[in-house]
Each structure stands twice: as structure tokens, then as C-alpha cells.
């Protein structure tokens, strides 16, 4: 399934209809992904494939898109390339998630069969997001040597050595 992407999915049906789905959302519409980026203009380009794997029905693929954070070093936007690949199996209870293999993260699927193709996409991406975002080889205000003369107490130190 190319071209324009369903906004709620029956990932069951999807599983026993064997379907892909390929094409791109918007960041925009990601309102949890909100808070965490600066910038949420550009697409989510997505590969999923539904299928079996013996018991188990499977959402597996690729997702890739390019996030803007704040580095928390220097509190500059940075560039995030994201391109994960997932592998979900789709359980109902958490005693079903608990027989998974360790190859299949659970996807616990609530009373409705359906569920939100964004909101499956927007986890993938906040789950990437690593927990203090910096560029590589910025160093945090913490690490930056102190110049003394630019100290807030260096003036107190002149103004008592005038006394």
C-alpha cells in the first residue's frame, strides 16, 4: 500500500491480509513528539510489513526521518538522523507479551482492533530520542574550563584587595 496512508489501522486484518504499507507522515501531526523537538516540519518515511511468524502476528520494517533537538550542552539545535527498524508482536495482555521472543518487542493492542498509524510511528521515534541529546564531542558547561578572571567573584576579589 503506497501513495496516501491510512490514519487507523486493524493490524490483525493487516497480519492475515499479509499487507505493506510504504510512504511518509507528517512529523506535524505527532503531538507527544511535540514537546521533544524543535522543529516538527518534515516526514517520517515508513516501510511496515504485516505477517505471521509461526503463532505470532508480526509488524515489522523501517522508519526514517531526520529530528531536530536541542543539544543539552550547548542548547544548539542538532540534527537526529533516525532510521530504526522494528519488529512488533501484536498481543493483547501482558501475559501474552511475556511469551514473546526476545526477538519481538510487545505491541499491546486495547479493546479497539484499531489503532492510530501516527501514533504507532510517533513511539518508534520517541523510544530513539536518547536521554540527553548533545552533539558528539560537545562539552557540557559543567566540563568547560573556567576562566577565572570572568568569574563572578572576581570582582569582589578586586574590590577587597582595594580595602
Not at 501482558?94 to 518487542?105: I, N, Y
Amino acid at each position: 500500500m503506497t501513495g496516501s496512508l491510512p490514519k487507523l489501522i486493524d493490524p490483525l486484518e493487516f497480519v492475515e491480509r499479509k499487507k505493506r504499507i510504504q510512504g511518509s507522515i507528517p512529523l506535524a501531526g505527532m503531538t507527544r513528539l511535540g514537546d521533544t523537538v524543535l522543529n516538527s516540519a518534515g516526514q517520517v518515511s515508513l516501510d511496515l510489513s504485516f505477517a505471521r511468524e509461526g503463532r505470532h502476528a508480526v509488524i515489522s520494517g523501517h522508519i526514517k526521518t531526520d529530528l531536530i533537538l536541542e543539544c543539552q550542552c550547548c542548547l544548539e539545535p542538532m540534527v537526529w538522523p533516525v532510521a530504526s527498524d522494528l519488529r512488533l508482536g501484536i498481543v493483547s495482555s501482558l501475559d501474552e507479551a511475556d511469551c514473546l521472543p526476545d526477538s519481538l518487542e510487545p505491541f499491546l493492542l486495547s479493546g479497539d482492533d484499531r489503532v492510530s498509524l501516527d501514533e504507532l510511528v510517533e513511539d518508534e521515534l520517541l523510544l530513539s530520542i536518547p536521554p540527553v541529546p548533545q552533539h558528539s564531542g560537545c562539552v557540557s558547561l559543567a566540563e568547560r574550563p573556567v576562566d577565572p578572571s570572568r568569574s563572578p567573584f572576581a570582582a569582589l576579589a578586586q574590590w577587597r584587595g582595594n580595602t
